[in-house]
Structure formats: C-alpha cells, structure tokens
C-alpha cells in the first residue's frame, strides 16, 4: 500500500521540486541551461564608466551582473539573429530573473537569454522583444527572416558588402 502511495505522490514530488521553467537546449557545443536572478548592466557603463542613462537607449550591449560578481554578456534573444538588449532594457539597472543558456567558451562566456521575468513574477516572458519592435517599425505582420527583408541591413549590406568590406566578396553558395 505505502508503494502504491509512493507512486503516486512521486509526479506531484517531481513537478514540486522542478524548475518552474526550463530553458530548451539548441545543440551548441558548451551550453548548459541557465535560470537565475542578476541585475541587468550596460556593459560599456561596467567596464569603463561610460553611463548614459536608461543603459544607452537600446543603442548598447546589456549583460547580468550575478550576485557572485559574475558579468555575463546577453548576447542572443529567442529571435533569429537579434540580440537580447530590448528584452532586458526595461530592467535596466534593476533586478530580472532569467532563463537560458550559458555557453562556455575557451575565450568567453556569453548568455542567450530565452524568457524573462521581474524577480517574484509568476508569468514567464518570450524575449522576442526585437521580433515585435522591427515588425512595428517596418509594418510588417511578421518577423520570418527579417534580416532578408530589413531596409537599414540591406542599406549596411549595400554600402559595405556582405562581409563587411566591399572589396571583399564571398565565394557563390556551393549547388
């Protein structure tokens, strides 16, 4: 009888004692998933004292400074090819729990920030807040692919070619 009691108290057990949300895996070499409490930084501000306010605008690199001391740059949100700044600026200097990976590399560590949420909330957000932002900005109904279709990309892409000189020009994509 105490088994069958144990059983079927071990799912409630483990949905008790699991995180509240979990940040999912991409596959890359040296991740590991990450949930924890920082206090958001403009990165810039932190390592030489340059302050704008409100972290620069949106115009900045954020990261999360630990309370064991550790800075780690936001440098990925869970839009394709956009950082992490939008969905952290309203945190600016103040505390934020979030939820995603800490890659590991020989020469940094960075984090890819996948939800967030203010410290004791119940409610996760997505951070697609750049997703939302350039589908305002561009009037579009969706962010599929925005680097194909963004004007200031194609204006840069035009001016400077597509790896960043315009002498330089990659090779055709293989058939």
Not at 33 to 61: H, I, W, Y
Not at 98 to 103: A, E, H
Request: aromatic share 8%; glycine share 10%.
């Amino acid at each position: 009888m105490a088994r069958h009691f144990l059983l079927l108290l071990l799912p409630f057990v483990l949905a008790v004692s699991a995180p509240s949300h979990a940040a999912q895996k991409w596959g890359i070499d040296g991740e590991m998933t990450a949930q924890f409490e920082a206090r958001v930084v403009d990165m810039l501000c932190e390592l030489s004292g340059d302050c704008p306010e409100n972290c620069g605008g949106g115009k900045r690199q954020l990261g999360l400074l630990r309370d064991d001391g550790r800075l780690l740059m936001a440098v990925k949100s869970n839009t394709l090819f956009a950082g992490a700044t939008l969905d952290l600026l309203p945190y600016c200097g103040g505390r934020v729990e979030v939820d995603g990976l800490i890659i590991t590399h020989p020469s940094m560590v960075i984090y890819m920030l996948q939800k967030h949420r203010k410290p004791g909330a119940e409610d996760w957000i997505q951070a697609t807040a750049f997703a939302k932002d350039w589908k305002k900005r561009n009037g579009a109904t969706d962010a599929k692919r925005w680097f194909r279709r963004d004007p200031q990309t194609k204006d840069v892409i035009g001016t400077y070619g597509k790896v960043g000189r315009p002498d330089l020009v990659p090779p055709p994509a293989a058939e």
